[in-house]
């Protein structure tokens, strides 16, 4: 158990719709990461947030959004889903923001699928 | 251009043996960090293993170490005495640390490499 949480684990959803994936970081840890995870597209970094602002920014569709509220929680919103959002998406924790000896912690993923 | 290459898709070992999993990166940064997690089939992601670009010694962590090439620029995994536990997905990552602003603190990930460990 990594101590990062995310809820739900699976989630099953249609075309269209809007859903909001949470995530709660290790204690103590400071950032939050959001990486989506698909056959095609591999393990792609989404975006970070430490300590509650936006601090670097993938190859985030403009339908995501994701926020980090004062207790360091995190929440993902995909809006308007298509087909091909049908992917595991990982939330990952890590103590600071971007030494390049921190180490993130993943949670268990959140399984989406949109029919 | 890839950041990071893993050439073998899948590997095979028989239990108790040693198998090293080939990672080569790519980055023009001094500071950087190379990263190993584990994919078991129930899809959770488990780090394994950190080394540093500074680090002159080979990181080890329990059955695992890294054999770190910096002038090859390749980051390699060996497990030793398989398990039949270690069975799954293997993912080499590296971190930049002055990447530039948008892609500062993200993991980038290789292909993954499927172990499959034979009783």
């Known amino acids: 158990d990594s101590g990062v949480t995310q809820t739900p684990k699976h989630l099953i959803t249609a075309t269209g719709q809007r859903v909001t994936l949470r995530c709660s970081p290790r204690?103590?840890?400071?950032?939050v990461y959001w990486y989506q995870q698909s056959l095609d597209q591999g393990l792609q970094f989404l975006i970070q947030y430490y300590n509650g602002e936006e601090r670097a920014k993938g190859n985030i569709l403009e339908r995501f959004s994701a926020q980090q509220f004062p207790d360091l929680h995190s929440e993902l919103n995909l809006s308007s889903l298509e087909l091909g959002d049908s992917a595991l998406y990982f939330c990952?924790?890590?103590?600071?923001?971007?030494?390049?000896?921190?180490?993130?912690?993943f949670g268990p993923g959140t399984r989406l699928t949109v029919l | 251009a890839q950041k990071i290459t893993q050439t073998q898709p899948g590997m095979f070992v028989q239990e108790k043996e040693a198998v090293t999993l080939d990672c080569t990166y790519d980055t023009s940064d001094q500071s950087y960090g190379l990263f190993w997690y584990k994919q078991p089939s129930s899809g959770e992601m488990i780090f394994l293993i950190y080394?540093?670009?500074?680090?002159?010694q080979n990181a080890t962590e329990g059955r695992y170490s890294l054999n770190f090439q910096k002038a090859r620029k390749s980051a390699n995994l060996v497990i030793s005495a398989s398990q039949l536990g270690d069975s799954a997905m293997y993912f080499c990552?590296?971190?930049?640390?002055?990447?530039?602003?948008?892609?500062?603190?993200?993991?980038?990930f290789g292909q993954g490499t499927i172990l499959t460990v034979h009783p």
């Open positions: 990952a924790s890590s103590v600071s923001g971007g030494a390049s000896t921190d180490t993130q912690y």
């Open positions: 080394q540093g670009s500074y680090d002159e």
């Open positions: 204690s103590g840890d400071l950032s």
């Open positions: 990552a590296m971190r930049e640390e002055y990447a530039g602003g948008t892609s500062y603190g993200k993991l980038t």
